[in-house]
């Protein structure tokens, strides 16, 4: 990859409220476009939030969360999971798992299918789901325009833009239906 990709990626990595993260994000996208023609199986695995344009809270990363995502395109399955960061993070989190569809060379399209809370894991016990179906009343899509074996950008279909990057230390199966 280039300096600035791997610059980008320290800055995630050590301080992901930079003010230059946007201007770096717009500088990748222009240089090292995704192309999921080629690319897509990079999609698959665990990615944390790192940076978002968004004003909303549970769209921006936060010391104390971890909001994450876990891609499988070969099975068409993706989840988006919040949960507290450090040890509290085992007591629960909100889950939304979703069915995707490689649409173009850029584009996914998302289907939110159920959500809900999802409790904590004990050994030899089931965790506890209380999961529901979700309706869905717009389309939702993503635009990949970055993509690595580290660093995922995208922009959303309200025009948010997320700079991911992946989490080596998770399993996607472990975060999927």
Same mark, same amino acid.
Request: charged share 25%; proline share 6%.
């Given at each position: 990859?280039?300096?600035?990709?791997?610059?980008?990626?320290?800055?995630?990595?050590?301080?992901?409220?930079?003010?230059?993260?946007?201007?770096?994000?717009?500088?990748?996208?222009?240089?090292?476009?995704?192309?999921?023609?080629?690319?897509?199986?990079?999609?698959?695995?665990?990615?944390?939030?790192?940076?978002?344009?968004?004003?909303?809270?549970?769209?921006?990363?936060?010391?104390?969360?971890?909001?994450?995502? %876990?891609?499988?395109?070969?099975?068409?399955?993706?989840?988006? +999971?919040?949960?507290? =960061? !450090?040890?509290? *993070?085992? #007591?629960? /989190?909100?889950?939304?798992?979703?069915?995707?569809?490689?649409?173009?060379?850029?584009?996914?399209?998302?289907?939110?299918?159920?959500?809900?809370?999802?409790?904590?894991?004990?050994?030899?016990?089931?965790?506890?789901?209380?999961?529901?179906?979700?309706?869905?009343?717009?389309? %939702?899509?993503?635009?990949?325009?970055?993509?690595?074996?580290? +660093?995922?950008?995208? =922009? !959303?279909?309200? *025009?948010? #833009?997320? /700079?991911?990057?992946?989490?080596?230390?998770?399993?996607?199966?472990?975060?999927?239906?």
């Amino acid at each position: 990859m280039t300096d600035e990709h791997d610059a980008l990626v320290r800055h995630l990595r050590s301080n992901p409220n930079d003010q230059s993260i946007s201007e770096r994000i717009a500088r990748l996208e222009t240089s090292i476009p995704a192309d999921l023609n080629q690319d897509a199986p990079l999609l698959k695995g665990v990615w944390d939030l790192r940076w978002s344009s968004s004003s909303q809270p549970w769209l921006r990363q936060a010391p104390w969360l971890e909001n994450l995502q %876990a891609l499988d395109p070969e099975r068409n399955k993706g989840c988006n +999971l919040l949960r507290l =960061r !450090g040890p509290l *993070g085992g #007591i629960g /989190a909100v889950s939304v798992q979703a069915e995707l569809n490689l649409i173009s060379s850029k584009r996914i399209e998302v289907k939110f299918c159920r959500g809900g809370w999802l409790g904590p894991s004990r050994p030899g016990q089931r965790q506890v789901k209380l999961m529901r179906n979700v309706q869905q009343n717009f389309p %939702a899509w993503l635009d990949i325009t970055v993509l690595s074996q580290e +660093l995922r950008i995208c =922009r !959303g279909n309200a *025009g948010t #833009i997320f /700079a991911l990057l992946r989490r080596n230390d998770l399993l996607t199966e472990e975060l999927l239906d």
